[in-house]
């Protein structure tokens, strides 16, 4: 594997990202946006919109950006995103990654109050 930034994105540029065909430019729009975006709650937003994209990168990479949102900015809104995290944990493929960003959220959230 190989690290790379990701850098800022507008918002703008996420709307473009989730519209396009590539699964990729998706998911590392997400992730820029929850790591990136001054408006956690905007971005928070976004995130949970996307875990009901059809493509399970995107939605993979909506899970990783609300446990980044909570480790950035101390913040989520529990009531939202721990319901809507825990509907995906019976995923095969996603629920490894969902019960990750649960800890992160419960850990950074709780740990800021």
Known sequence: MKYEDILPISREELREALTS????RAARAIIATALHDTDWAWAEQQCLMALQDRREDVRAAAII??????RVHRR???SVT???LKALRFDQH???TVEDA???ILMFVRANG
């Open 94 to 96: 996603l629920g490894g």
């Open 21 to 24: 065909d590539s699964d990729e």
């Open 76 to 78: 989520s809104t529990l």
């Open 82 to 84: 721990i319901p809507a």
């Open 102 to 104: 649960i800890e992160d």
């Open 65 to 70: 950006g609300l446990g980044h949102i909570a």
